[in-house]
């Protein structure tokens, strides 16, 4: 664990080998991303969901755990923007403290993906042989799983809470950053600089924290964005299920299943977190895919 | 062409070994034992030894995973813990449920699917092409759970055109022969049950068909748009056929790979999606089916249903590869 994490924060290596190169791509990528007027408006809303998760407290207007039973089922109003469920919640400030939710869901559940699946890329792409026919094997019969149902069985083992919620949608996207990783590794491998620091005697681990991982970043990146949505995405439904985060809390699929009894009654309490899901998920996509255009200018025409 | 298909039924051995591995251990990596957990807290001391002998819990654990390997090939799933039925004929009347869907909201999403892309492709900055791709970006991130409450909502309880949850009034009731209610009520020449099927599957249906809907979409625009730079579609247009056949003849043929590829893949997302959709829908599909065995602990069904699920899911991807080979010939397998 401690050493993937290292490698995230520390490809100055590489950028001081061939500063020119390196520094001129990623100031290319921020450029060509820019003027991605969709991908900038998916990184608004990220924006937002940032924004709204940091300063929950100073944003909501009302208690987002502790209603008020003689305003149950109130349609939104100027008092209650968003309405308010069948518990009396003020719908908005339950939505506002369920983007930290939301947030935290994306970074653990996506940073075990990454962690754990660059860590079996790497293995399975340097190593070869024995290494890779076991890893990948491995990631075949994950993959023989579809997702949801992989992170059911999951749930099922740990027990339904938020915290295994998010181990389970951690685990069920293992396999895309392996591949990933694996296949950026293999092109890496055989490159003249990397066959140029075995000759000056760099050890495994410095060829791949220094050399191979920090040239397999743009896939990651890519990965990584992308998969933060559907990783909320697939908490979020989990929750709905009653198999993540439980109430009280202002989990965004939790709402949707306390509401869901009391559709014909309030539907605004179904409508709004439903929403705040779906923008989010979308602004993962959005700035996902222009990441990907921005990192490989060929695939955008 | 044999070759290749021998090697890859014998590589899907490993990976179904794995997942009879990962459905057996559901219930053994569930902390505390797990007799004592199916029955409860005030179950007694004698029921649960019973139970344990009845699930075989009571032998070493390489020898229970042998008598369910056994068991798997005989057909043989165990019993339902809850209602005591067969779980191998529970999973499948539900399965039938849930491939009656599924075929459903396949076809809408193929057809809608590849009509959408393609005409975006052909019109490629018009209004129609930058509605349709906002829409399958927005589809793509649609939580199906919500988008098949906000059908409810509209088209059931304020609109009332079709019905929130079931598959059939209680009133049609056919006989079960296949337990595909679109087949068995043919057989059954009952054409009242038939559109009345058709109605209940409306909405499950289009709901579970937005997420793959939109990814076929995308997939064909884009394919299409790379297919009709090529210089044969050139040389086409050069020689003065006229666009259609063009399009229909030389350029979705092309086009097609890609999209079936994808089409494929998502024939097996949507078997778990289902869970999702059938669980707000009350659609008495496997992914309900096993969503109430998950919740009510009857692990042998939750065991059966992971299996049944996995196995259909790597014999889709498996025929997704097959077809390749068909329809382009230039792919050679190995």
């Known amino acids: 664990m401690k050493t993937t994490k290292s490698v995230n924060i520390n490809p100055q290596p590489v950028l001081n080998n061939t500063q020119e190169k390196v520094g001129g791509l990623w100031q290319d990528v921020i450029k060509r991303l820019k003027k991605n007027k969709i991908a900038m408006f998916g990184a608004f809303i990220i924006g937002i969901l940032l924004f709204t998760a940091v300063f929950a407290p100073f944003l909501s207007p009302h208690d987002p755990e502790n209603g008020i039973l003689t305003d149950r089922q109130q349609p939104p109003s100027s008092k209650y923007l968003l309405g308010t469920d069948s518990q009396g919640r003020d719908v908005l400030s339950r939505i506002i403290h369920g983007a930290g939710i939301s947030v935290q869901i994306g970074v653990i559940s996506v940073g075990i993906a990454l962690i754990v699946g660059s860590l079996m890329g790497v293995l399975a792409g340097y190593y070869g042989k024995w290494m890779d026919v076991l890893i990948m094997r491995l990631v075949d019969i994950m993959l023989a799983f579809p997702t949801i149902l992989l992170a059911l069985a999951i749930v099922t083992i740990l027990g339904p809470s938020l915290k295994n919620a998010m181990i389970a949608v951690g685990i069920v996207n293992i396999p895309r950053f392996a591949r990933i990783v694996r296949s950026s590794v293999l092109s890496v491998k055989e490159t003249e600089y990397i066959e140029a620091s075995k000759a000056i005697g760099c050890t495994d681990i410095q060829i791949i924290l220094r050399h191979v991982l920090p040239n397999c970043l743009a896939p990651i990146i890519v990965q990584t964005t992308l998969t933060i949505g559907t990783a909320i995405l697939e908490a979020a439904g989990l929750s709905f299920l009653g198999l993540g985060a439980q109430p009280p809390m202002p989990e965004w699929g939790a709402m949707l299943a306390d509401s869901r009894g009391y559709l014909r009654q309030a539907p605004w309490s179904v409508m709004f977190p439903g929403l705040a899901i779906m923008l989010t998920v979308l602004g993962f996509n959005l700035l996902g895919d222009g990441l990907r255009d921005a990192l490989d200018p060929r695939l955008k025409e | ?334």
Request: net charge positive; aromatic share 8%.
């Open chain 2, 1 to 334: 062409m044999l070759n290749y298909i021998i090697k890859r039924l014998l590589m899907l051995i490993p990976v179904l070994v794995g997942v009879s591995l990962l459905a057996f251990s559901i219930i053994h990596l569930i902390p505390g034992d797990p007799a004592r957990i199916i029955l409860g807290e005030r179950a007694t001391e004698a029921s649960i030894l019973a139970l344990q002998e009845k699930l075989g819990l009571n032998q070493p654990l390489y020898i229970q995973f042998l008598t369910f390997l056994k068991n798997i090939l005989k057909g043989d799933l165990g019993t339902s813990i809850i209602t005591n039925e067969k779980v191998s004929y529970e999973l499948l009347t539900s399965f039938a449920a849930t491939l009656e869907l599924t075929f459903v909201a396949m076809i809408i999403a193929i057809v809608v699917g590849i009509a959408a892309g393609t005409i975006a492709a052909i019109r490629q900055y018009s209004i129609f092409d930058n509605i349709s791709m906002i829409g399958a970006l927005v589809g793509v991130s649609m939580p199906i759970f919500w988008l098949g409450l906000l059908m409810i909502w509209a088209f059931a309880y304020k609109l009332g055109w079709f019905p929130a949850s079931g598959r059939l009034d209680v009133a049609l009731n056919v006989p079960r022969i296949t337990h595909i209610l679109l087949i068995d009520s043919l057989l059954n020449g009952n054409f009242q049950a038939f559109k009345n099927t058709l109605w209940h599957l409306a909405m499950p249906s289009l709901a579970l068909a937005t997420i793959p809907m939109a990814i076929i979409a995308r997939m064909t625009r884009s394919s299409m748009l790379e297919v009709m730079k090529q210089d044969y579609i050139r040389t086409a247009r050069a020689k003065g056929l006229p666009e259609k056949i063009i399009i229909f003849k030389h350029a979705i043929k092309n086009a097609f790979l890609p999209v079936i590829t994808v089409i494929g893949l998502q024939v097996g997302l949507l078997l778990g999606g289902a869970v999702m959709t059938e669980t707000v829908f009350s659609y008495p599909g496997l992914g309900r089916r096993l969503y109430i065995a998950i919740m009510a602990r009857d692990y042998p069904v939750v065991q059966g249903g992971i299996l049944l699920i996995s196995v259909c899911f790597v014999l889709v991807n498996l025929i997704v590869d097959l077809t390749y080979s068909f329809i382009d010939p230039r792919i050679k397998l190995d």
